[in-house]
């Protein structure tokens, strides 16, 4: 077998978009994140992505995001881009944009809206690559974009070059073990779970290091996980992992029927920064709407039960 030595690893998270009362991006509570992420040792940074609700933000808004996160990171861990388009040319030119404010790498979906075949998403892939100076990575969000990138797509895009790796948030479990086991002969490809509730479990199959929404509230947490799974430590690494399932009870917070999963999700998140005095509000991209102050409390509780300070 060969030795394992991939690019990316450890904890990176996507981190969230701090918007202003009147929707504008927030760049002091973006700028109090990355400090956040950083103090918790994550080991990159991956913005614009779902929980950065880059589906939402213009392209104004997406440049001014990742030139805060850049400055703010100063190159202290590698920032990752998300250049999340609907099809090849609109990715290159928004992969384009990002490595021109500093992006290290840049993340990239199957084509979406349009109905797509596998040798399309393959062209895909080698068209943005061959197009950048930048690695790619591959984001596997099938509940968003309605195509699996399964490892028979993947892998042979890895072993030529055109990806340096894959974020998985598929929730398909079986999947993600083939994957791994693929890429023991690919030593710098990087194999990264966004399923975020089952960290351990991957690492324990794996994983190379995680993406998880819920790392922006509690990123400690989430490298204490990783750094015990790295050393073999699976029992405190269960343990650390049993805490964040709990912590991730804030999702619920949101009444049923009156957001969507995308709101209650990113909501949470928000609502649980605002309450560790991280960002100023919970203010959500149009459509979605702002949790309100019975979620807040809710909220609230879950962080007080999972030991986490508040302002």
Same mark, same amino acid.
């Given at each position: +077998? ?28 973006? #700028? ?34 990742? *030139? ?38 840049v993340v990239v979906t199957a084509p979406f809206y349009t109905r797509t075949h596998d040798t399309e998403i393959d062209r895909h892939f080698r068209d943005v690559s061959a197009a950048l100076d ?13 195509? *699996? ?9 890895? #072993? ?6 894959? *974020? ?89 029927? +009156? ?10 998140? *928000? ?12 203010? +959500? ?27």
């Open positions: +077998m060969t030795a394992r030595n991939p690019r990316y690893r450890g904890v990176i998270p996507p981190v969230v978009t701090p918007l202003t009362a009147g929707g504008e991006i927030d760049r002091p509570s973006l #700028e109090r994140v990355v400090g956040h992420l950083l103090d918790g040792g994550v080991s990159g940074l991956f913005a614009l992505g779902s929980s950065g609700e880059a589906a939402y933000l213009t392209p104004g808004q997406q440049d001014e995001v990742i *030139k805060v996160i850049t400055a703010a990171a100063a190159g202290q861990v590698p920032v990752l881009v998300g250049a999340i388009e609907t099809t090849t040319n609109r990715a290159i030119e928004r992969a384009r944009a990002a490595a021109g404010l500093g992006a290290d790498a930048l690695p790619v990575l591959a984001y596997d969000v099938p509940v968003c974009v309605h195509s *699996k990138l399964d490892p028979e797509l993947l892998l042979p895009l890895a #072993e030529d070059g055109v990806l340096a790796g894959v *974020k998985d948030s598929s929730g398909d479990d079986g999947s993600f073990r083939r994957l791994t086991i693929g890429a023991r002969e690919l030593p710098e490809f990087s194999v990264l779970t966004g399923h975020e509730l089952v960290v351990d479990a991957m690492m324990l199959v794996g994983a190379d290091g995680s993406v998880p929404g819920l790392g922006n509230v509690d990123p400690h947490g989430y490298v204490r996980l990783h750094e015990a799974a790295v050393r073999g430590d699976w029992a405190t690494a269960r343990s650390e992992q049993d805490r964040l399932v709990a912590l991730f009870d804030i999702v619920r917070a949101a009444r049923p029927g +009156m957001v969507s999963a995308t709101a209650a999700g990113l909501g949470a998140f *928000k609502t649980a920064l605002m309450l560790r005095g991280l960002i100023t509000t919970n203010v +959500m991209s149009p459509p979605m709407r702002r949790l309100d102050a019975a979620e807040t409390a809710t909220i609230a509780a879950c962080l007080d039960r999972a030991g986490l300070s508040r302002a």
